[in-house]
């Protein structure tokens, strides 16, 4: 494994040997200049070499794994050219979404998303008619392979997506089996934020002397105000209780190490008013999907989750990361926390701790080689009287991708037909046959009387609010 060079001083875009279309829609989405891991990783990728990539999550790195394997598509051959491995069904969508984002500028690519939890069937007659990007998860890509309905001979870029999550999650058989489907010739992407010994193993398994680059993974102490609080073993849910209430955060995370403690941390805030939704592994895939949502719209104050449910997870503009209770793995609370403070926001995290719990709060202090800020609860007190509630609701619309709705008929509805401003409407999301859209809290029961019977794209919808 060689040692990739310093970076280009020249972040520019138009430095990399990048097709005018692309440059053009690079600045149209407003690609200035290249992050880090994208002034580090492109020349390498570009060149056709094997690459190993540590990146935090949000440091741009799907572009830096993107635009190279678009670079090489045959857009007039309808059949997998680039595969990307993901963790998660939700960080697999994330990234389909900016693959066709960044393939705006040639015309024709198919990008296909193939995951566990929705019908299978579907996925085949997708295949059926050609793709040239696929973004899944492992298991579902095994299903395929194993029904003949994905063929990866034509594969010419293999990516690997946050691999140490997968290694976490047991899918290196799985990848190693997916990985024996492609050319033996193909360039292989890994991307990982860190690089335990698995990751050494899966490249020497699969790829041809890679060039490894590093990038600052551990976000700037400016960004992510963390403070610890000694607290009871009993005084748990009540202490986030007042850790919302006395700062107030628009959307949190809270991490439990257990289903039965997340369990308990909701009913608590739930019992107090304050808008607070479980992710953990006992969810059906639909209730899991739409708890996400929900959070990602910002209609759900606090999302409560165990580190398992969490993986993939990513949510711009995240407030707060509050640890109930800590991890005996301090890599484990860096993930954590890695959630909030992105790019140039600020980030607070707050993490409780129990009187057992102060060797796992000296391990954190050694590894992030600073000694810890510590609070006292006693010393929080609501900052307002006014109850803590989320600033948008959800709709859910009848009507979605089957039915030709796209994010913009659906905000030409609100806007043009039903009279509500732009500033009012959030994130808009479409799934096959629902479509689900964020407007100001205050609006939502008006935007469903004005809305409810009305037209979406010449087809009367039905709308209701989503409140569980």
């Known amino acids: 494994m060689t040692s990739a060079a310093s970076p280009s001083p020249d972040t520019a875009f138009d430095s990399l040997p990048l097709s005018p279309a692309t440059l053009a829609n690079l600045k149209t989405l407003g690609f200035d200049a290249m992050t880090p891991v994208q002034a580090a990783a492109l020349p390498v990728a570009l060149a056709g070499r094997d690459l190993i990539a540590q990146a935090k999550t949000g440091s741009g790195k799907t572009a830096a794994f993107a635009l190279p394997l678009l ?141 490894r680059i590093e990038v600052e993974t551990r976000h700037a102490e400016q ?44 009913s608590a805030l739930q019992a107090a008013g304050i808008e607070a939704i479980e992710l953990s592994g006992d969810l059906e895939q639909r209730d899991r999907d739409r708890a996400l949502l929900r959070f990602a719209q910002r209609s759900v104050s606090v999302l409560v989750a165990t580190d398992v449910a969490a993986r993939g997870l990513d949510i711009a503009g995240l407030d707060a990361v509050i640890s109930v209770e800590l991890t005996p793995d301090p890599e484990v609370h860096v993930h954590r926390i890695g959630r909030t403070g992105r790019g140039d926001a600020e980030g607070a995290a707050w993490s409780l701790v129990a009187p057992f719990e102060q060797v796992r709060a000296q391990r954190i202090e050694q590894t992030q080689g600073r000694p810890l800020e510590w609070g006292a609860l ?91």
């Open 223 to 266: 960004t992510i105000r963390q403070r610890f609080f000694e607290v009871d073993e009993a005084q748990r849910p009540a202490a986030v209780l007042a850790l919302l209430r006395h700062y107030r955060p628009v959307s949190t995370i809270a991490f439990c190490n257990t289903k039965r403690r997340c369990r308990e941390v909701v």
């Open 71 to 211: 670079a090489k598509l045959n857009t007039r051959w309808f059949s997998p050219q680039a595969l990307v491995l993901c963790p998660t069904r939700e960080l697999a969508d994330q990234v389909a979404k900016e693959v066709r984002r960044l393939a705006r500028g040639t015309d024709n690519i198919k990008v296909l998303t193939l995951c566990g939890g929705t019908k299978i069937g579907p996925q085949v007659d997708s295949l059926s008619h050609g793709a040239h990007v696929i973004v899944g998860t492992p298991g579902r890509l095994l299903d395929h392979l194993e029904r003949g309905s994905l063929d990866l001979r034509g594969i010419n870029t293999l990516v690997l997506d946050e691999a140490d999550r997968m290694l976490d999650m047991g899918f290196v058989d799985d990848i190693a089996a997916v990985a024996r489907q492609c050319p033996r010739e193909r360039q292989t992407l890994l991307f990982s934020a860190t690089f335990p010994d698995g990751i050494e193993r899966l490249a020497a398994q699969f790829m041809r002397t890679p060039q």
């Open 378 to 468: 006693a010393d929080l007190s609501p900052a307002s009287d006014a109850p803590l509630v989320p600033p948008m609701a959800t709709l859910q619309i009848l009507g979605g991708r089957k039915e030709k709705i796209r994010p913009g008929d659906v905000l030409g509805a609100l806007t043009a037909y039903a009279g509500f401003a732009r500033e009012q409407i959030g994130r808009i999301d479409v799934t096959d046959y629902l479509t689900f859209v964020a407007v100001d809290r205050s609006i939502a029961k008006e935007a469903v009387l004005r809305l409810d019977g009305g037209m979406v794209k010449g087809r009367y919808v039905k709308v209701r609010v989503v409140d569980e």
